[in-house]
């Protein structure tokens, strides 16, 4: 150690004893905008998109591949739940955290950032490294990844009231994780003054004045236990007072004040946190930053090739000031160095210049190279180059190489190429087509021929490109900030002629015509790709794929000021180039509707080593309607920083020219596209423009070369076509080469060929890996990573690797415990016979399964070569459905699984055989992904097979001997007859199984029931019908001999069936003791019944039935049955009418009524053959409702019943008709079981037959006359007509009762409208069109001879509809004031209105081609005299959208609709759910803040409240619709809307002057219901039906609930206590309650409109805001989740829909197809 470094070392460990200084802001982690990070949106409880980590972290025990960052100061390995349920608790938390401060933190209206991003940086890496060091010395930790998430100037949430304002303490903190393939560090870092609070209040103190401190450390979460309980994990916590809050960056534990590490987390064994133990303490010293010296064996082979780390810049890069003496860049590289050196002193040219290296101390080259001195306002940014054996240039990667040894023994540095860069040890950092050059100091990367690029990439000469990426940032427009959040950016360059089409998407309207004159943002890429003069080099020539380029743009005369950081991050595996854009900074207003004009223009670029400057003037004309036109200027100051090959020849370029030709802007509202397309060409800087004449087609762009060719020029006006590498062709015409195809690639072992257009790339297998050479795939040794347990051997193989556990011990490798003994489980048989595989050698990529530590099936399985994982049960059987593919998330096998079904429990049961030995050559049923049989099944002993159904009983005539071609049996078979679902559904009973002993009916090959059936378990037979209805007296007992059952014989008798049904009882065995019929010889009932064991006696009839009256009991005498009874009932005669048909002999499974001993009707019915069971009333009609399904629990009759359907009152006041008689031959109405309209009625007296809607009405053209085919009434009837929808909603009324007197349309047999149509009240008649639209001049009072309305109407003639062109040309015309000057573009219409095919700028020469729908073809604009030649019928790429509505069509069916910002969304409803693959957005309204909305069902229109125009709205719901404005005047901040249908009225709420208010649906007849007594109105409803208003106040200090009748009277509150923010009002008509969800008091809560039954639906609410209630359900908007909930009326389930864009959502509403 030299005696310099010895004075250095005692100083500094005499700093480090003596004064330690915490750490500064300056000095944490570099982080912003600047380093690619990522910024949290603003708000009090945020969290970010899932970042999915590039390698997985290991937190405590567990890897886990995604992080979340939220506003409160953790980051979590999981979603996290709303801020309620952990912000104001204590640790442990029940999810997985990381908190360096949790609190509640707001960073809403610009309180603060939030930051965060993944990185690979080396020197992010180092430095971590060293920090680990410093903590854990022993430690052996080599980080290879980092993940820095910054709170910067964030605050506490704060409830301002009128007596507090802000405290404006802000505290600012970082936290760093770096790990590797095993372990993860945390470091938790706090500068000086970045703590001013401690702690937050909660938000539901209820003014009590408390403060929670911090939580700061780690909990794992919830732990799953057992199967499905879950218990507290481990946790660890930093703090527990505002002492031990303070104490974080006033003390330290790894020597810095500020500074805290802690092992979080490690692959094989961790139990908890284990903290750093060298602390330091804060002391009150002159802030003097430590010296940093290397280690004397210390050689940075890791550094980077240039200078300075991207990660360790300014944040602040978009200012073009000289830098400063004292700038914190020079200032840490100052620090870094040794006594005597400074690497980056500004020289004695001017501050901010680098110094020029002693040629004395370099190499030859350098000596005859210098390097060009940077200029004074350059900001310079490096690219690391990374050293590690990955694939070239992976998307979004960084490429790091090694730097030379430096020595500090002198005081100049000089090379020392002990560790040089060569091509042998980094060619894979060049493109796979370029070549290494190997020189002196290094080695450096060359382009092939037929490519250009820095070498590092390159693409194919002439061939078209793409660049793809987001634009972020916020843009002040007018003094209006504009967010711009991650949106689109698509650029298209057709190379070959320098043009670039740049197209950004999702622009909102005021930036978007704001930013038309910013055409440098896509100038950058027409820099990259011009057209290049000879002695020229495009961007993309000298910059590569990556690079940064900061522009800073100035508009004059405002002074507005904009800051554009384009971030290049290479090529994604297309081959298209990644440009991130982001602005920040204010531009000039520019009204609606103006264009923007830019005349060709030259720049001149400045190049030095990494580095490329310009700076220019240009002007833009802005012509608009309102100014008129006024011309504007703006300056650009930029330079770009890239990766330079220091070590090999330069270009020698200094200086060059790009020249912009033509310049293209424009903002399409309709699409909010904005737009820009430049011309350029670079040459060198002032070789003079030649004459037109003279120069090369080449290179004006007048040549006829394809898109992907190269215009090769030769002497004078000569030229070539080339196609671009990649393709083939006559340079006229190119096509992509498929080089995987055609076996040109380049991809060896192991790789497969992807192609791109013009190129391909090679990919790895799995288990594979890019080698030394970035080409060549190598096996990947996992076994270096020590996978398996310490007790098993690992065996890498080719793609994959082994683990198998060492003698005396047993598992599955990754886990091995000693053998006790026992015997090995069929796991462990099952692995081991895999692993030993074939002669003892495994078979290479097979798949192993997993056993635990007791040796069973791990639940999870997973295949180690193709990455796919799946879930087992206890035999190891795949679990249908649980597969999961590479790279997606695993299934939860700990859950639950569905029930095995009978296909599965089938096969496992044959499989699992005696003692689980399945039988040998038995059949084994297949079973499909869903456990469902497959439809063939083969046996696979003796090679048959067949075709099943959904049982897996065999389909008849499906069999195939093996060896034959087997049957289709995915086509429909025959249907199955009656005795095959008789004999399938007994078969099927029991869960699939049947029951043992029971009958199975005989069926022959054509499915009919075999004439002879016998019973296998008892042995008797018997002979059955074709219905398998046994014979009478066919029944033989076993051991006899049968009956020849295919001669004819008798039918049995009722009675002969009633009895032997009962002798062969239950599954042929009688029940005892119980009754059995007599019948005489004849097969009849005999006169008198007796009971062989109770004794009793009656009289039937010849029915059987009990005669009322005649039963006697034992001992006492009989009654002669002989003797006439009373007269028959109506319930005997209908029983007795029934059984007489057919001949005396019933129906067989028809059904019986049952009458009681009076001979009524018994109150339950029930159907002896199906089972079923329903309540009847006196006359024998069903009651609806009442019916139950065989085997479920029947109705209580006796229980009075529900009220009586619309249709069972019709019938009923029918049948009863005049004093309880029916009108004879009248019409009766049939009703269901539920008491609704049958879909067919049928006049019984005249054989009419119809087709009827819901409410009975007659479905137009349904009527057949009698003896015709009937109508299937059942099958969808055309959807209504307008004159049927329009009839039936004014027939429905006000609760279904039509208004009296008011008008019903008259519809024809078609559904449409009568042509002539009459008010039925006052008498006036009158003349429609096809629309009901009254025809003017028709109309005849009552009384007066009314007109012939089917004579024609003498139209008089109409001009045709104005087309595109002519509608565009008014429009602009009206924005010219009717004046065009020559410089105006006016569309030119031919004389049909169609676009011209050539279209140019007022009179002058600036002219373009347009297809026939006006949009422009791209490369066709001109300058020239000619005008250019044009096509009519080109069809390119689209530039300029047709119009388009407003309206989006919905869907059909129950819509919710919602209310977001600048859109009202569309959400289907299916039944009760809510149907989110199907949203979409209804009406998009840029510019409006959308609050209140609500639905009138009878014209199906939307009204809304626009909060930022002031105005009340409404659209039709039909296609194509438009918009309309109501009410634009005295309107403040509406709110609340609410439609009432029946009086087609409007309410709604003003929430700035604090009053109610009411006007027609059309605006009209507007007045003031109330302005009193109202501080907060928000949410309004009203309840049409009853004609009441309700509103709620959420006035802080005493919110309430009101309601009064529709025309203001009888206001009175109806909840005033127990509420807090009463948001969301919505009324239930099912309970008729009104409903409200309350903000503050987190409830959802229910009362009747008299103030009692108040009741709570749900208490644990998020930020409800609005609310409507639909069936059983409510549907809310919630502020937390920015999404709508939905609650079942139950509280029993919960849904909720998430919009993808995410912003809060207002009011919303139910449209229902109909009015309810």
């Known amino acids: 150690m030299t005696w310099g470094k010895t004075t250095l070392f005692f100083l500094q460990l005499f700093w480090t004893v003596h004064h330690v200084t915490a750490i500064h802001r300056h000095d944490i982690y570099p982080y912003g905008m600047f380093y690619g990070d990522v910024t949290l949106q603003e708000g009090d409880d945020e969290t970010s998109e899932v970042i999915t980590l590039t390698k997985p972290m290991y937190f405590y025990e567990a890897s886990f591949t995604i992080l979340y960052v939220a506003t409160n100061g953790i980051v979590s390995t999981q979603d996290l739940p709303m801020e309620k349920q952990y912000v104001d608790d204590g640790f442990p938390t029940d999810f997985p955290v990381i908190a360096p401060f949790l609190a509640d933190i707001d960073t809403s209206k610009g309180k603060g950032s ?31 990844h980092a993940f820095i998430a910054t709170w910067e100037n964030v605050s506490a949430y704060e409830e301002l009231t009128r007596s507090s304002g802000p405290s404006n303490r802000i505290n600012t903190f970082q936290v760093v994780l770096a790990y590797n393939e095993k372990d993860t560090y945390a470091l938790f870092l706090y500068p000086e003054d970045g703590l001013q609070f401690f702690g937050t209040r909660p938000k539901e103190s209820y003014n009590v004045e408390i403060e929670l401190p911090a939580r700061v450390g780690f909990t794992r979460g919830e732990l799953s236990y057992f199967f499905f309980s879950r218990t507290e994990g481990p946790y660890y916590s930093v703090t527990s007072n505002e002492q031990s809050v303070k104490n974080l960056y006033q003390k330290g534990n790894i020597g810095e004040p500020g500074v805290w590490l802690f092992h979080v987390g490690n692959r094989y064994s961790f139990q908890n946190v284990v903290p750093a133990q060298h602390e330091a303490v804060l002391t009150k010293a002159p802030p003097v930053r430590d010296a940093v010296f290397p280690d004397e064996d210390y050689t940075d082979t890791d550094e980077d090739e240039y200078s300075i780390d991207p990660d360790f810049q300014e944040p602040t890069t978009t200012e073009f000031h000289e830098p400063e003496q004292d700038s914190s860049l020079l200032e840490r590289l100052n620090q870094e160095a040794p006594f005597g050196q400074s690497p980056l002193q500004p020289s004695v040219s001017g501050p901010g210049e680098f110094p020029h290296p002693d040629p004395r101390n370099l190499p030859p080259e350098d000596v005859t190279q210098p390097q060009r001195p940077l200029p004074k306002h350059a900001i310079l940014q490096v690219y690391p180059n990374r050293v590690k054996d990955v694939p070239p240039h992976p998307s979004g990667g960084q490429v790091f190489s090694v730097e030379e040894k430096v020595n500090f023994d002198s005081g100049v540095i000089h090379y020392s190429t002990d560790n040089k860069e060569t091509c042998e040890r980094f060619q894979q950092h060049c493109s796979q087509n370029a070549h290494c050059t190997d020189y002196s100091t290094g080695f450096c990367c060359h382009c092939n021929s037929g490519f250009y690029g820095n070498g590092r990439h390159c693409l194919p000469n002439g061939a078209p490109h793409r660049v793809n990426g987001k634009v972020r940032g916020t843009v002040l427009v007018g003094g209006t900030a504009v967010r711009l959040d991650s949106i689109d950016l698509h650029a298209y360059i057709v190379v070959g002629d320098g043009r670039a089409y740049t197209a950004i998407s999702e622009v909102p309207e005021p930036v978007g015509w704001a930013l038309m004159p910013v055409a440098p943002i896509g100038g950058l890429f027409g820099w990259l790709f011009a057209l290049q003069l000879p002695n020229s080099l495009n961007g993309f020539s000298i910059t590569g794929a990556e690079f940064t380029r900061r522009a800073d743009v100035t508009f004059y005369p405002g002074n507005q000021r904009l800051s554009i950081v384009q971030t290049a991050t290479g090529l994604d595996t297309q081959n298209y180039l990644n440009v991130d854009t982001h602005l920040q900074g204010s531009v000039p207003f520019i009204p609606p509707g103006a264009t923007v004009q830019m005349e060709p223009f030259k720049d001149t670029y400045q190049y030095y080593p990494s580095l490329i400057t310009s700076s220019s003037a240009r002007e833009f004309t802005i012509r608009s309607a309102e100014n008129g036109e006024e011309t504007l200027t703006f300056q650009v100051k930029q330079n770009i920083t890239y990766r330079d090959c220091s070590h090999g020849h330069r270009s020698g370029l200094e200086t060059q020219e790009l020249r912009m030709e033509r310049i293209f802007v424009m903002y399409v509202k309709e699409e909010h596209i904005l737009r820009y397309a430049i011309t350029n060409k670079i040459g060198p800087l002032g070789a003079g423009e030649p004459e037109p004449e003279n120069v090369n087609p080449c290179y004006s762009g007048n040549h006829d070369c394809d898109t992907t060719a190269q215009c090769v020029p030769g002497e004078g006006q000569l030229f070539s076509c080339q196609c671009a590498t990649g393709y083939s062709g006559d340079g006229h015409n190119c096509y992509d080469v498929d080089e995987c195809a055609e076996g040109l690639s380049s991809c060896g072992a192991h790789s497969h060929c992807v192609n791109l257009p013009g190129s391909h790339r090679c990919q790895c297998e799995s288990g594979f890996e890019f080698g030394f050479d970035g080409r060549t795939c190598q096996d990947v040794d996992e076994c270096r990573d020590q996978p398996c347990h310490a007790q098993a051997f690992c065996s890498n193989g080719p793609g994959s690797f082994q683990c198998q556990c060492q003698t005396g011990y047993h598992g599955d490798g990754f886990q091995c415990h000693p053998q006790n003994g026992r015997p090995k489980t069929h796991c462990e048989q099952h692995r081991d016979s895999l692993q030993s595989g074939n002669g003892g050698v495994p078979l290479v990529g097979g798949f192993i399964p997993q056993c635990d530590e007791e040796g069973q099936y791990r639940s999870q399985q997973c295949h180690g070569s193709t990455g796919h994982c799946w879930c087992v049960d206890s035999r190891g059987q795949e679990r249908a459905g649980t597969r999961t593919p590479p790279g997606t998330p695993r299934m939860n096998c700990d859950e639950p699984g569905r029930p095995k079904t009978n296909c599965e429990q089938h096969r496992d049961s044959l499989q699992s055989g005696n003692s689980g030995v399945s039988l040998v050559g038995g059949f084994i049923p297949q079973c499909d992904e869903e456990g469902q049989y497959r439809s063939q099944q083969c046996h696979g002993s003796t090679g048959h097979c067949w075709c099943v159904d ?41 869960g699939g199984v049947p029951l043992v002993g029971a009958f199975i009916p005989q069926c022959d090959e054509e499915g009919q029931y075999r004439s002879q059936q016998c019973h296998g378990s008892t042995g008797r037979c018997w002979c059955v019908d074709s219905r398998g209805q046994e014979r009478a007296g066919t029944r033989t007992p076993p051991g006899t001999p049968t009956i020849n059952c295919d001669e004819p014989g008798r039918p049995k008798t009722h009675c002969e069936q009633n009895r032997d049904s009962l002798q062969s009882g239950n599954s042929g065995v009688p ?95 029930c159907h002896g053959s199906t089972g079923h069971c329903w309540c009847v009333d006196s006359r024998g009609q069903e009651r ?68 009827v809607d819901s409410r009975g009405q007659e479905r137009a053209g349904t009527r057949t006359p009698p003896g015709t085919p009937t109508i299937n009434c059942d099958k969808p009837g055309r959807p209504k007509t307008h004159c049927e929808q329009h009839r039936d909603s004014l027939q429905s009324g006000n609760g279904g009762v039509p208004l009296v007197g008011g008008f019903i349309p008259q519809c024809d047999g078609e559904g449409q409208y009568r042509s002539q149509q009459c008010h039925g009240s006052t008498g006036h008649c009158w003349c429609v069109d096809s629309r009901g639209q009254e025809r003017a001049g028709t109309r005849t009072p009552p009384g007066t001879l009314r007109r012939n309305c089917d004579e024609p109407v003498i139209v008089p003639p109409t001009q045709r509809p104005e087309t595109v062109c002519e509608r565009w040309r008014a429009s602009l015309m009206q924005q010219y ?76 069916g129950t819509l919710l609709l919602y209310a977001q910002g600048q859109q009202i969304g569309v959400l289907p409803l299916n039944g009760t759910q809510m149907d989110k693959q199907r949203s979409s957005v209804l009406l998009a309204l840029h ?29 039709s719901l039909e296609p194509g619709s438009e918009s309309e404005i109501i009410i634009n005047t005295a309107l403040m901040s509406p709110e609340g809307l609410a439609v009432d249908v029946a009086r087609r009225r409007l309410f709604w709420v003003d929430s700035t002057p604090d009053k109610i208010e009411t006007a027609n649906l059309d605006g009209s007849d507007r007045r003031v219901l109330f302005e009193k007594d109202l501080v907060n109105p928000r949410a309004i409803i009203v309840d049409s039906p009853t004609g009441t208003l309700y509103w709620t106040d959420w006035n802080r200090e005493a919110p309430k609930i009101e309601s009064s009748s529709v025309d203001g009277q009888n206001r009175r509150v109806l909840v005033q206590d127990g509420i807090g923010l009463p948001n969301a009002l919505a009324y239930d008509s099912t309970t008729r309650q009104v409903c409200w969800a309350d903000a503050g008091t987190k409830r959802l809560e229910c009362i009747s409109p008299n103030g009692t039954g108040r009741r709570v639906v749900q208490s644990n609410l998020n930020y409800p805001f609005s609310m409507v209630s639909f069936a059983n359900h409510y549907y809310y908007t919630d502020w937390r989740r920015d999404g709508v909930i939905a609650l079942s009326r139950d509280n029993q389930s919960t849904d909720e829909y998430l919009p993808d864009q995410r912003s809060h959502l207002y009011g919303i509403t139910v449209a229902p197809p109909h009015c309810l």
Not at 964 to 983: F, V
Not at 1205 to 1225: A, F, I, K, M, Y
Not at 1492 to 1508: F, M, N, P, S
Request: charged share 20%.
């Open 1184 to 1251: 609806a409702g009442t019916r139950t399904p065989p085997g479920t629990p029947r109705m209580n009759c006796d229980e009075a019943g529900r009220p009586k359907t619309h249709c069972e009152q019709n019938r009923d006041s029918l049948q009863s008709g005049n004093v309880g008689v029916p009108l004879v031959g009248g019409f009766i109405p049939q009703c269901d079981e539920e008491g609704q309209y049958r879909s067919q009625q049928c006049h019984g007296s005249t054989g009419h037959c119809w087709c």
């Open 1487 to 1515: 510019g409006s803040i959308v609050v209140g909305i609500d639905y009138d069902c009878r014209e199906r229109k939307v009204y809304w409240t626009d909060l930022a125009g002031r105005t009340i709205n409404r659209a």
């Open 1377 to 1452: 004031g009717g004046q065009p000057n020559s410089q105006h573009y006016l569309p030119q219409c031919d004389s049909s209105g169609e676009f011209n095919p050539v279209q140019c700028y007022g009179d002058s020469s600036y002219c373009w081609c347009v297809d026939r729908n006006g949009r422009e073809v791209p490369g066709t604009r001109s300058q020239n005299a000619v005008k250019p030649a044009c096509i009519p019928t080109v069809a390119p790429p689209t530039m300029r959208p047709l119009p388009r509505p407003d309206m989006t069509p919905p869907p059909a």
């Open 1071 to 1165: 029940l005892v003791g119980g009754f059995i019929p007599q019948c005489d010889e004849e097969g009849q009932y005999r006169s008198q019944q007796c009971h062989g064991s109770t004794g009793h006696c009656w009289c039937v009839d010849s029915r059987g039935q009990e005669r009322a009256g005649t039963r006697t009991p034992p001992g006492t005498p009989t009654i002669n049955c002989d003797e006439p009874g009373r007269p028959k009932t109506h319930c005997e005669q209908h029983r007795e009418s029934l059984q007489s048909e057919s001949g005396g002999v019933p129906l067989v499974g028809g059904f019986l009524p049952q009458c009681d001993e009076e001979g009524q009707y018994r109150s339950q019915q």
């Open 114 to 144: 939030i930051f965060y991003r993944q990185t690979e940086s080396p020197t992010v890496l180092k430095r971590a490294e060293a920090d680990v060091r410093r903590g854990f010395p022993d430690a052996t930790f080599t980080p290879t």
């Open 950 to 990: 959904s049982r897996g009983q065999e389909r008849a005539g499906t069999r195939t001997p093996p060896g034959t071609p087997t049957i289709n049996c995915d086509e429909p078979g025959r249907p199955k007859t009656h005795c095959e679902q008789h004999r399938d559904s007994i078969q099927s009973e029991s």
